[in-house]
């Protein structure tokens, strides 16, 4: 089982897929609604349970994340590395193995090209998953980064 | 009781402060050695690990960290959000009220100039606890940040 997650400090999305061979199952997704408006701590703390009991819910062994090199601006980077920091803690904490994936890698497992546009991923990420019903943006976004870590460990585990 | 903490992805600083009145008293100080080799997630859970024994230790009603706007670059920005988004939740948890200062209104509460050098800030934290033999920089760090707190809220106190 593969726990995809999207991090942001206002909303981040979670989403789980079970793989074996090739094939990837839907298993559930959502998103922590953290709040806007609450001071950041407090936010950081909800992201931080609402992780722990996800992972006692479901038990993932791997985490797949999507690695950040740049942001907009040094100001985005240091919000957006607070909800990471957590999120690596939590993952450290109960053994999960992470693996991290750069926009261009998920983009390029997705839909077969590394400048796809946020919408395309999206459209296939309910596609591959023959998920009913609308996905949210943050779960498709954080079920792309899990759909990425099936293909990529399947691709290891077929070549060895 | 006020804790400062200096964030850093590889070694955090911490010193306990206890304030009463117009007079601060060193209580304790030291740093979490968080490795530079081991990966990220590991870090951040001895860092997570080390501040949950700390609190459970003290029990500090508050916690004064530096605020950060800008960094070198967005890179070590994300790293430094990394660590502090661990502190930041690990004090939410525990219902640690989170004071953030400027570094200029460091230097200016410790020195007397916001344009002082980070030895002048580290001599003057010495000299203002009457503390013997040296203190490393991370601690000297997170002890300025916390007697910046205490002569703020004491401010606030004599005026209100």
Known sequence: MILGIDPGSQLTGWGLVDHSGNRSVYLASGAFKLGSRRPLPERLLRLSEGLEDLLARYEPRHC???QIFTAKNARSALVLGHARGVILCAMARRGVLLHEYAPTQIKQAIVGVGRASKEQVQLMV?????????????EADALAVALTHAACSGLAARIS
Not at 126 to 138: M, N, S, Y
Request: hydrophobic share 50%.
């Open 126 to 138: 309910g596609a591959l998953l023959a998920h009913r019903g609308a996905l949210q943006e943050d």
């Open 64 to 66: 797949a994340i999507e």
